[in-house]
């Protein structure tokens, strides 16, 4: 995507609105998997960072989707992304609504969660398997820096990374608004080792509506990204 993508207003027609996503930030970041491959690729998003919610952009054969997770009610609002020029439009798809987990079990329930501080903007983030501290499931470091806006962000395939992002802030100076600019991460069990840096911010205007009435589809990856 060229800077030309943030150069926007979100148009949608024919439906009565229901609800409004603002976002004012848009952030691409470089990843790298090293481990058990070499392997890079570019995430981009949308961010709202007063109310920290983000607009996710996925790429695929060329088709290009964005998607909104609506957590409250465990489901994703999916868009279909055109661009012409210097405008951007997103016509909303379907909503993907996402089964109960109810009585599910939780496996990373006993882990120990540990962040450690190495200087003000360098820490040391370590998942411990359980209270005996002896078996590690993820180990990360994670450098900082000062920004304009607030996106403590620990990206993992782990299901406490807010607790991981509410223990590195406990050490912040509140003065200050933060960014993770970048983190380097192991699963110990796979033996994946990754690298996520930011590659570029941008300060941006993005509206996007989602209708009053739902299309309503069970979660299918591919089925997103048909017309």
Do not use: G
């Not at 939780?106 to 370590?126: P, Q």
């Not at 406990?170 to 033996?191: A, E, T, V």
Request: hydrophobic share 30%; with cysteine.
């Amino acid at each position: 995507m060229n800077k030309n993508f943030l150069l926007l207003f979100c148009f949608i027609t024919s439906f009565a609105f229901s609800q409004e996503y603002h976002y004012d930030y848009f952030i691409a970041e470089h990843s790298v998997r090293f481990k058990p491959d070499n392997q890079q690729w570019t995430s981009e998003s949308f961010y709202d960072s007063v109310n920290q919610k983000m607009l996710f952009i996925r790429t695929q054969n060329d088709k290009i989707i964005a998607s909104i997770y609506d957590k409250e009610n465990n489901r994703s609002h999916i868009f279909k992304v055109n661009k012409l020029k210097d405008k951007i439009t997103f016509i909303y798809k379907h909503t993907n609504q996402y089964p109960q987990q109810q009585h599910k079990k939780d496996y990373n329930k006993e882990n120990i969660i540990k962040v450690e501080k190495l200087d003000s903007l360098k820490y040391n983030v370590t998942v411990f398997k359980n209270s005996k501290l002896k078996k590690k499931k993820i180990s990360a470091i994670v450098t900082l820096e000062k920004s304009e806006f607030n996106y403590i962000n620990f990206n993992a395939d782990y299901n406490r990374t807010d607790e991981i992002n509410k223990k590195i802030r406990s050490f912040l100076n509140p003065k200050f608004n933060y960014i993770i600019s970048n983190q380097q991460k192991k699963y110990h069990s796979s033996d994946y080792t990754f690298e996520e840096s930011i590659q570029k911010i941008q300060k941006t205007d993005l509206t996007i509506i989602v209708p009053e009435k739902l299309v309503l589809k069970e979660y299918n990856y591919w089925s997103d990204f048909e017309d």
